[in-house]
T-cell receptor
Framework: ETGVTQSPTHLIKTRGQQVTLRCSSQSGHNTVSWYQQALGQGPQFIFQYYREEENGRGNFPPRFSGLQFPNYSSELNVNALELDDSALYLC?????????????FGPGTRLTVL | SQQGEEDPQALSIQEGENATMNCSYKTSINNLQWYRQNSGRGLVHLILIRSNEREKHSGRLRVTLDTSKKSSSLLITASRAADTASYFCATDADSGGSNYKLTFGKGTLLTVNP
């Protein structure tokens, strides 16, 4: 167990809807990253937050947005869901800013878009 | 885009045998990490090797890094049924600037038969 929790575990939405996924970082970690993992693929970086600000972003459209709260928990919001958004969404927390050293991943949220 | 490419895509061995997985990447890196994923759940960090290191051990795991060939290998000795999982390499390539992300390969699915 990494101490990183995510909710919900599973989620089913229909195309065009909006979804919010939540992540609680490991205690003492101030940096959180979000990844999307399509079936049979490796995780792909969505964005990273540090001290409530977006620190970097991967190749994802603006309808993917995030928030980080003062307690370092985080949300991933996806608007106007598309079928291709069906994937496992992983968050990872770390204690070192500006570093890709060990990141601690949560169990993920599996999103299905119908 | 996928930076790392694992080889083979799938590997099936008997308990007690050794398992070797390879990873190739395209651009220069500061570090390379290996992660394990059970049944599409969260990623578990296994080992990190820095670009100035050639070999690293952790329990039954041995990782090598050849920066001249842009490749790494993960060896699991005396495999157990519980080692059955997908294994991913991840690099910090494309990091720097404001992006501090891990870039993953597609993974190797290891099956250890009892």
């Amino acid at each position: 167990e990494t101490g990183v929790t995510q909710s919900p575990t599973h989620l089913i939405k229909t195309r065009g809807q909006q979804v919010t996924l939540r992540c609680s970082s490991q205690s003492g970690h101030n940096t959180v990253s979000w990844y999307q993992q399509a079936l049979g693929q490796g995780p792909q970086f969505i964005f990273q937050y540090y001290r409530e600000e977006e620190n970097g972003r991967g190749n994802f459209p603006p309808r993917f947005s995030g928030l980080q709260f003062p307690n370092y928990s985080s949300e991933l919001n996806v608007n106007a869901l598309e079928l291709d958004d069906s994937a496992l969404y992983l968050c990872a927390s770390s204690s070192v800013f500006r570093s890709t050293d060990t990141q601690y991943f949560g169990p993920g949220t599996r999103l299905t878009v119908l | 885009s996928q930076q790392g490419e694992e080889d083979p895509q799938a590997l099936s061995i008997q308990e007690g045998e050794n398992a070797t997985m390879n990873c190739s990447y395209k651009t220069s890196i500061n570090n390379l990490q290996w992660y394990r994923q059970n049944s599409g759940r969260g990623l578990v960090h296994l080992i990190l090797i820095r670009s100035n290191e050639r070999e690293k051990h952790s329990g039954r795991l041995r990782v090598t890094l050849d920066t001249s060939k842009k490749s790494s290998s993960l060896l699991i000795t005396a495999s157990r049924a519980a080692d059955t999982a997908s294994y991913f390499c991840a690099t910090d390539a494309d990091s720097g600037g404001s992006n501090y992300k891990l870039t993953f390969g597609k993974g190797t699915l290891l099956t250890v038969n009892p």
